[in-house]
């Protein structure tokens, strides 16, 4: 019997791929270059690299950014929307609010739509707030729209969006069926197929979005599949979900919407499994990639989750991870901007890359200040097997940053690390301190490629007590696929007052979106009586915009749902106020178990990391703002009780942990780096 798990996570520079064997728990890693133009090849190369049997694997999971580049990009498939008549524009109108990080740019205008005008247009049809037909759907609008947009504007790919279908989802079915009979050929995505909830422009938004990757995402599927089952995979493809959680790719492609932050939470759910096993209930998740710098909350041992998204100014309707997301990472572009120093988020990526790649980049990143500062051992990046320009990253950094600022080449370094930092403060600052948290009572888990680069300089910046390094923290997002169990989230919007509500209607309502949420597991292999069906309830006080997510049980008491609801409240805003409360949504998460990978302990050794040391190297100490030497560390070679003090450097080939003079490392009996600071550092 197949007894491998395989799961393979696409950044914006780098494939990772990482093997599970379930017999023995024996974990093997590897990456490869991302291959932007043809993504498939890298995934497929790093399977390749890591040497796996794919006739032995029993399930492969896989998170991509795909659809996420897509859009970013404007790669996706030329797009129309069908809505009702005089309504064509909700998609191009949008909302009037200007981004927060755009309030006083007076010459802010939006990024150019996904969709032409005169590829949108509306069709005779209407039903009423609640969902009653006021007037049918005109078969001959819906077959002349189509034809228009086919034949004269070039679409290939059809949004269906109609005002309050939501509640009655009849018009949009029959206007899908209608376009399919005439144009077989045409992807055509329904709006009450991906999420039911009110709010036009959001569920349009969502629809379009899930449009114009569809095409693209079944192409790159198809393609993986076909290249795998050649190689002799047999077993369960699934792919990762934004909110956590996978699904089948089969599913994935009729749903591609659901996968654009999959890569993301592929590392949250690994976070959360960690979290549990070291008993950290608060947690601050912090994974720096080639092109971004990603970080989340884990309260009370669960993510915190949003069932709204964002992709650049277009809101989603997806259920996703509350994740803060700047464009800074190893291949973020240092610049100046009128003779200020920036960091990002222009990104070198993966083509042509940093300057010390040797592959074309010329201008200087995030990675090239590393290496210029000493973190990063030229011979020894990806294990060696990448040898890196270090002189052409230090010329680059001369010429371009150091010489115009009047500075040396290691303070120029030094000072964009400085800029990364501060803006790295922001991001954690936004999902904690303005989110009422205090990050001092949270820990760090660091991880991604250039995680354990930054994350020490960040606790020191922002008095968070320790730093978690956890093995292989370049593989650590695809590690965590392997704990991801199958997911399907389904949502009814019912807008009810808490007082007024027909507990009888809230059951049936629940009890129609636990059957589909069961018979989505059902289809993706897993059996009723595996399925754990988790129910909730969106309220606000009445009159409010924004809601919160109430966990709820059978017993649905307006008592009951108050009492939760305050309790909550309070947590998160520190009061309670005695307004009626109103339901927006129901939602129901159903789950499919899958056997989590072992966190294995490890034989405590002598507590001596000497056996580890492989060296001396000058390296930039921000506890001391110089240049200095620092202990070089093997960190295979550590063990569980070894501890050491800065300044050192931890190298795994993949990533190296920068711990400063005044921070202490010890290796806990999992084998995870704990960087606190030493007791002289603290007094």
Do not use: N, W
């Given at each position: 019997m197949p007894a491998i798990r395989l799961a393979v996570d696409i950044g914006g520079t780098f494939v990772d791929a990482m093997e599970l064997d379930t017999r023995t728990h024996a974990v093997r890693f590897r990456k490869a270059p991302t291959t932007p133009a043809r993504p498939w090849e890298g995934v497929l190369t790093v399977v390749e690299l890591l040497g796996t049997?794919?006739?032995?694997?029993?399930?492969?999971?896989?998170?991509?950014?795909?659809g996420l580049n897509a859009v970013l990009e404007r790669r996706g498939e030329t797009t129309g929307i069908i809505a009702n008549e005089g309504f064509r524009d909700v998609f191009l109108l949008g909302r009037g609010n200007v981004p927060s990080d755009h309030m006083y740019d007076f010459q802010y205008q939006?990024?150019?739509?996904?969709?032409?005008?005169?590829?949108?247009?509306?069709?005779?049809?209407?039903?009423?707030?609640?969902?009653?037909?006021?007037?049918d759907l005109d078969p001959d609008d819906v077959r002349e729209a189509a034809r228009i947009l086919v034949e004269e504007q070039g679409v290939r790919t059809i949004a269906v969006c109609f005002l309050h279908s939501y509640l009655n989802p009849e018009h949009e079915k029959q206007a899908a069926r209608l376009i399919r009979e005439?144009?077989?050929?045409?992807?055509?995505?329904?709006s009450t197929d991906i999420v039911r909830e009110y709010r036009e422009y959001e569920r349009t938004s969502t629809t379009v979005l899930d449009a114009y990757i569809r095409p693209i995402f079944e192409r790159y599927v198809d393609r993986l599949e076909a290249g795998l089952a050649e190689d002799g995979f047999d077993g369960r493809f699934l792919i990762m979900r934004s909110g956590g959680g996978s699904m089948t790719s089969g599913v994935a492609k009729t749903s591609p919407m659901h996968t654009v932050l999959s890569g993301p939470a592929g590392g949250i759910v690994g976070a959360a499994h960690v979290a549990a096993a070291l008993g950290r209930d608060n947690l601050l998740t912090f994974d720096i990639g080639g092109t971004?710098?990603?970080t989340c909350?884990?309260?009370?041992?669960?993510?915190?989750?949003?069932?709204?998204?964002?992709?650049?100014?277009f809101p989603l309707l997806i259920p996703a991870y509350d994740i803060r997301t700047i464009g800074a990472g190893g291949g973020s572009v240092a610049h100046l901007d009128r003779g200020l120093l920036k960091v990002g988020p222009q990104s070198a990526g993966a083509d042509p890359g940093p300057v010390?790649?040797?592959?074309?980049?010329?201008?200087?990143?995030?990675?090239?200040?590393?290496?210029?500062?000493?973190?990063v051992d030229?011979?020894?990046?990806?294990?060696?097997?990448?040898?890196?320009?270090?002189?052409?990253?230090r010329d680059a950094l001369r010429e371009q940053i150091a010489e115009p600022l009047g500075l040396g080449v290691e303070a120029a370094a030094a000072g964009i690390f400085d800029v990364l930092l501060a803006r790295t403060v922001g991001a954690v600052r936004q999902i904690t301190v303005e989110r009422g948290h205090d990050p001092r009572v949270f820990?760090?888990?660091?991880?991604?490629?250039?995680?354990?680069l930054l994350a020490p300089l960040l606790a020191r910046e922002m008095g968070i007590p320790e730093v978690i390094v956890p093995f292989a923290p370049s593989g650590f997002s695809a590690w965590g696929m392997l704990a991801a169990d199958i997911v399907d989230d389904v949502s009814r919007t019912v807008m009810v007052t808490l007082e007024d509500a027909d507990l009888a209607a809230l059951e049936s309502v629940f009890a129609e979106a636990a059957a589909e949420a069961a018979a989505s597991l059902a289809a993706q292999g897993i059996p009723a009586g595996q399925a754990v069906l988790e129910r909730a309830m969106e309220v606000r006080y009445l009159g409010q915009e924004h809601s919160l997510t109430v966990p709820v049980g059978r017993d649905l008491r307006p008592d009951v749902v108050r009492a939760a609801f305050e309790e909550l409240h309070h947590a998160r805003y520190g009061h309670v106020m005695d307004n009626q409360l109103q339901i927006l949504n129901l939602r129901v998460r159903g789950i499919g178990r899958i056997e989590k990978p072992e966190l294995p302990r490890h034989a405590p050794g002598d507590g001596d990391p000497g056996r580890a040391r492989t060296g001396r190297r000058d390296a930039y100490d921000f506890g001391t703002r110089a240049v200095t030497e620092f202990a070089v560390y093997d960190r295979a070679k550590l063990e569980p009780g070894d501890a050491l003090d800065g300044p050192a450097l931890i190298d795994e080939g993949t990533s190296t942990t920068v711990v400063h003079s005044g921070q202490r490392v010890q290796v806990d009996p999992f084998g995870h780096l704990l960087v606190t600071l030493t007791p002289e550092a603290r007094a």
């Open positions: 049997d794919l006739r032995e694997v029993e399930l492969f999971i896989h998170g991509t950014t795909l939006r990024p150019e739509s996904l969709v032409r005008r005169a590829a949108t247009i509306g069709v005779r049809g209407r039903l009423d707030y609640k969902g009653r037909v006021v007037e005439a144009y077989p050929q045409v992807t055509v995505s329904v971004s710098l990603d909350v884990i309260e009370r041992g669960a993510a915190v989750a949003a069932y709204e998204a964002k992709l650049e100014h010390c790649y040797g592959r074309g980049g010329t201008r200087p990143t995030v990675t090239d200040a590393a290496v210029t500062l000493g973190y030229p011979d020894r990046f990806l294990g060696g097997d990448m040898r890196l320009h270090d002189e052409a990253a820990s760090l888990l660091a991880f991604g490629g250039a995680g354990p």
